[in-house]
């Protein structure tokens, strides 16, 4: 059971640093503060290197490879981004955005921490997860 657990916590965080990624580079363009791209680029840099620790480590649990996020979610969160910055594309606006989004990570990385039985490798790659995802929302909180 221990096993499953730590394949599902994987592939969640994998989904979410790919997610990450992904609304990251749907907004880049819209941003024109070179020090809210510096951060983006330092968040796109850790998500890449989450995403290279959970490859990593999934060959202990399973053949397959790790989730990522689907076409239907890569085009909602478009989709998403796109009507919210129609009218505002203020740095505020897109801090505020990947605020939210860095927040629900943080949230499904607690409960994740909480609520599954995993290995330690795997527990202590979750509470880094969530301690870098802080880190970026103190940084994004200056851009409001």
């Keep these: 059971m221990k096993e499953k657990e730590c394949i599902n916590v994987l592939d969640e965080l994998n989904k979410g640093a790919c997610m990450g990624i ?16 510096k951060v983006l680029n330092e968040q796109v840099d850790y998500y890449k290197s989450i995403t290279d620790k959970i490859g990593n480590l999934y060959p202990d649990y399973s053949s397959k490879d790790p989730h990522e996020t689907n076409a239907m979610d890569k085009a909602m969160t478009w989709w998403g981004i796109e009507m919210q910055t129609l009218v505002d594309k203020s740095d505020e606006k897109i801090a505020e955005l990947l605020l939210k989004g860095t927040n629900m990570g ?22 880094e997860y969530i301690e870098v995802q802080e880190e970026i929302v103190e940084k994004l909180k200056k851009f409001l």
């Design 22 to 37: 992904d609304s990251i580079n749907f907004i880049f363009d819209k941003i024109g503060n070179k020090d809210l791209k």
């Design 106 to 127: 943080i949230i499904e990385g607690r409960k994740l921490l909480n609520h599954k039985d995993t290995d330690l490798e795997v527990e202590d790659l979750i509470e």
